[in-house]
T-cell receptor
Framework: ETGVTQTPRHLVMGMTNKKSLKCEQHLGHNAMYWYKQSAKKPLELMFV???????ENNSVPSRFSPECPNSSHLFLHLHTLQPEDSALYLC????????????FGEGSWLTVV | GENVEQHPSTLSVQEGDSAVIKCTYSDSASNYFPWYKQELGKRPQLIID?????GEKKDQRIAVTLNKTAKHFSLHITETQPEDSAVYFC???????????FGGGTRLMVKP
């Protein structure tokens, strides 16, 4: 088992809906990440949190809003998404930001209709 | 920042043949180079990694080589099997607070 769990695994939402993706890591790591994976960009970094503080926002549109209440949990709040936002959203964690392996969750498949 | 390029984007080999995937990086300070394998519908998983103080590392049928002077590293898979079919990602990290930068991925197909 990965140690990084994501829910839901599959989500279909309309463009006017508000939904959230949840990620939890049981590895005692201090850094957590959101990646978007699509055919166009295989592994696109979205957000990075280190010790609950956001350290990276990779020019992500404001319709994606991350939240990190503690080092073990990470959320991605979704609002008024576009069909092109349909993708696999991967959460990941690592012990720290420096030169460490990152461990991915199974991902949440998002379809925007 | 770091830029990682990965080639080829697709690779088809016959079962039993070897497969080689190459990556180049731009930041000479990079010192950690992992490789991830992502099977269809699954999450990327670490299969092997190397740090800049070694030139080669092996684990059964897979090996990674690093050329720091040329700033490139490669994944070698010998005696390929159908279950090796997946997308492989290389990555590089300069360390010291910097994150992994991933290459664009290589889709490996092993034909039985």
């Amino acid at each position: 088992e990965t140690g990084v769990t994501q829910t839901p695994r599959h989500l279909v939402m309309g463009m006017t809906n508000k939904k959230s993706l949840k990620c939890e890591q049981h590895l005692g790591h201090n850094a957590m990440y959101w990646y978007k994976q699509s055919a166009k960009k295989p592994l696109e970094l979205m957000f990075v949190y280190n010790f609950k503080e956001q350290t990276e926002n990779n020019s992500v549109p404001s319709r994606f809003s991350p939240e990190c209440p503690n080092s073990s949990h990470l959320f991605l709040h979704l609002h008024t998404l576009q069909p092109e936002d349909s993708a696999l959203y991967l959460c990941a964690s690592s012990p720290s930001l420096s030169g460490n392996t990152i461990y991915f969750g199974e991902g949440s498949w998002l379809t925007v209709v | 920042g770091e830029n990682v390029e990965q080639h080829p984007s697709t690779l088809s080999v016959q079962e039993g043949d070897s497969a080689v995937i190459k990556c180049t990086y731009s930041d000479s300070a990079s010192n950690y180079f992992p490789w991830y394998k992502q099977e269809l519908g699954k999450r990327p998983q670490l299969i092997i990694d190397i740090r800049s103080n070694v030139g080669e590392k092996k684990d059964q049928r897979i090996a990674v080589t690093l050329n720091k002077t040329a700033k490139h590293f490669s994944l070698h898979i010998t005696e390929t099997q159908p279950e090796d079919s997946a997308v492989y990602f290389c990555a590089a990290s300069p360390g010291a607070g910097n994150m992994l930068t991933f290459g664009g991925g290589t889709r490996l197909m092993v034909k039985p």
